[in-house]
């Protein structure tokens, strides 16, 4: 057998293995130069996340949530009822889907792209933040219309929630420049390429609400419609945009340093806000995020090689003022896990995901 003689001197190694290794550095390098989607990192250095103890210590609460359609959908994102306690939802397959009271499943409409944040209009006209579409009504026939799809002439990228006011008037957020099937890569940029907008349908005009934010996800308006409040994943924080009186167009920060990644934000008809944490947060992305080489790495590795979400079911209720006031969990992720919605309806959560195959249905009552 030949050998190759190291640097050293002094350690030997059969040539058949270093020529192997040639091979596998070369294919590796391929691979890497093939997979060369183009981000610009910035190096951000995330808070110490808080323990699990005080309002954030592990409860099981979520593991007695009720399973609804188990097996039979596919990550339901969002959800909200009609006025007969149908659920309803957008799936990964760009369906909207029915659910009645039997478990019974109805496809109402196809967006074609993939349907995420869904709310009634007074009209009982289903608004629909498609990821790829836009903005959507679908009439109780199917009827798709698009209300919204570009802004400044530019096509929206992650249309991604949204919230009505009582005047009619849809708040929605556009999440990232990244399309939704690469929405890490805006995890890994740590760049603020959130924005929110508003659409009057009485006018069908549009306008640009805040940008700057951090993977703009979730949004919810106050009880009295003086502020709304916007996710921003990743980074772990919830921001207030003043929409009325002396601080209007101002934003600042509600809460930081969230134990996990915020996605949607509901209001109940207390005031409280709930919000679907997707998973708790990654310490080896914590502790990559600082340094922009690594995550340049990561970004050309394929995505099974990327750190992982825990599987973890996590639900957080704040009060109007953003105090942490209850948590609903599932630390085992066996029930439910990777939660993107809570939408309260007379006692009950609803809880949806992006990529489930199930809808819980948890008992407020139950513990008071």
Not at 32 to 48: M, R, T
Not at 54 to 76: Q, S
Not at 229 to 245: A, D, F
Not at 266 to 293: A, C, I, Q, Y
Request: proline share 5%; glycine share 8%; aromatic share 12%.
């Amino acid at each position: 057998m030949n050998y190759y003689l190291g640097k050293n001197k002094q350690t030997m190694y059969p040539s058949s293995c270093f020529e192997a290794s040639k091979f596998f550095i070369g294919i590796l390098a391929l691979f890497l130069s093939a997979n060369c989607k183009s981000i610009d990192p910035l190096p951000f250095n995330p808070v110490v996340k808080p323990e699990f103890a005080g309002i954030y210590e592990k409860n099981t609460y979520l593991k007695d949530a009720k399973l609804v359609a188990k097996g039979k959908i596919n990550g339901l994102e969002s959800l909200d009822l009609d006025e007969d306690g149908n659920i309803y939802g957008g799936d990964a397959e760009g369906n909207i889907i029915k659910i009645n009271s039997l478990g019974e499943i109805f496809y109402i409409a196809n967006t074609g792209g993939r349907p995420l944040g869904v709310q009634f209009d007074k009209q009982q006209n289903l608004i629909v933040a498609d990821a790829y579409k836009g903005l959507l009504s679908i009439s109780k026939k199917g009827e798709i219309q698009i209300l919204v799809d570009e802004f400044h002439g530019e096509k929206l990228k992650f249309t991604d929630d949204l919230d009505i006011s009582s005047d009619g008037k849809i708040y929605f957020s556009d999440a990232s420049i990244y399309e939704q099937k690469d929405y890490l890569y805006d995890l890994l940029e740590a760049r603020p390429h959130g924005r929110v907008f508003v659409y009057d349908p009485k006018t069908k005009n549009t306008s640009l609400l805040l940008d700057g934010l951090y993977f703009a996800n979730g949004i919810a308006l106050s009880e009295n419609e003086d502020f709304l409040l916007i996710n921003e994943t990743y980074r772990y924080r919830i921001t207030k945009l003043w929409l009325k009186g002396k601080n209007s167009g101002k934003s600042e920060i509600l809460i930081e340093n969230l134990p996990g990644f915020p996605d949607n934000i509901t209001r109940n008809e207390k005031g409280e806000f709930w919000v679907s944490l997707f998973t708790v947060r990654n310490d080896r992305m914590d502790k990559m995020h600082p340094s922009v080489w690594t995550k340049l790495l990561i970004s050309k590795l394929p995505k099974f090689l990327w750190p992982k979400p825990e599987p973890f079911g996590f639900v957080l209720k704040l009060d109007e003022s953003g105090n942490p006031i209850k948590t609903l969990m599932d630390p085992e992720g066996k029930n439910l896990k990777e939660i993107t919605s809570a939408i309260e309806k007379k006692g009950k959560l609803y809880i949806g995901s992006l990529y489930m195959d199930r809808i819980g249905v948890y008992d407020l009552r139950e513990r008071q």
